[in-house]
């Protein structure tokens, strides 16, 4: 999808990135608006908006590319630790719409938040309840 598309162009070329790490299912390179040093994106070398729509050999890849670099990442920037975070949907804060994971390099006492939600408290039936919602809509797809 290039042209239309920001990560695709920087799959093929016409856009500069920052690469780290390439082969034929993914590209990582860093962010270029880094939440914390070493902030890196792990793209799909397919266009797809989310997660759901990406090929299966695809999908799977990014996970064992996570694996792969983020200690590399981590060593070099003095990273103690690291989140995993796919923003899949605009509601969920997806800005670019070429699905992506994004490696985030954490150091104790950095005050980063990833997850800014306010936490509630469910009872156990309710839980029971949207449990058997959930595997229900799941039977039906
Ligand atoms: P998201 O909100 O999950 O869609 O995240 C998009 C991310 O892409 C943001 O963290 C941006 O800083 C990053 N970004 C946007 N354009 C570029 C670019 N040309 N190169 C590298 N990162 C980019
Ligand atoms: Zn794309």
């Known amino acids: 999808m290039e042209g239309g ?11 500069p990135a920052v690469k780290l790490y390439e082969d034929s299912y993914v590209v990582v390179f860093l962010d270029i608006c880094p939440a914390s040093p ?8 397919y266009h797809a908006e ?20 983020a200690p590399a990442i981590l060593r070099a920037v003095g990273g103690e630790a690291y989140n995993v975070l796919i923003n899949n949907g605009r509601p969920a804060g ?9 490696i985030v390099p954490r150091r104790t006492g950095d005050g980063c938040k990833t997850l800014y939600c306010r936490r509630t408290k469910p009872g156990w039936e309710e839980l029971k309840a949207l449990g058997e919602r959930i595997r229900a809509a799941m039977r039906a797809s």
């Open 94 to 102: 997806q800005e670019i719409m070429h699905v992506h994971l994004h």
């Open 38 to 45: 070493g902030h890196a994106l792990v793209v799909p070398k």
């Open 50 to 69: 989310s997660l759901e729509d990406l090929p299966e050999a695809y999908r799977s890849r990014l996970l064992s590319t996570v694996a792969r670099v």
């Open 5 to 15: 598309c920001i990560f695709c162009d920087i799959i093929s070329g016409r856009l």
